[in-house]
Nanobody, 114 residues
């Protein structure tokens, strides 16, 4: 059974940066299209960035120009987050794009606060 393990979250001040990582267990590959999602308290989970093998990327308007999604050839996906804002506070998850329900992991908490 595939599990995705997210890491790299934490508490950061507004304007700060974090780098999230996503690695699979139970399989040796990531699917061609991967996404980073987030869910803030009281809100639905949303797709913030996606990448297709080959490098094509897509970003939600709210993070465009501040977040960068990437993947390496060792089957790890990353989300570099710069100029973080309090409204970026959420639990961040990775999954296929579109997501597979059984692949949701625990996520990693990102809190942006002074």
């Amino acid at each position: 059974q595939v599990q995705l393990v997210e890491s790299g979250g934490g508490l950061v001040q507004p304007g700060g940066s974090l780098r999230l990582s996503c690695a699979p267990s139970g399989t040796t590959f990531l699917p061609n299209a991967m996404g980073w999602y987030r869910q803030a308290p009281g809100k639905e989970r949303e797709l913030v960035a996606s990448i297709i093998r080959g490098g094509f990327t897509h970003y939600a308007d709210s993070v465009k120009g501040r977040f960068t999604i990437s993947r390496d050839n060792k089957n790890t996906a990353y989300l570099n987050m710069n100029s973080l804002k309090p409204e970026d506070t959420a639990v961040y998850y990775c999954n296929r794009d579109p997501p597979i329900s059984s692949w949701w992991g625990q996520g990693t908490q990102v809190t942006v606060s002074s």
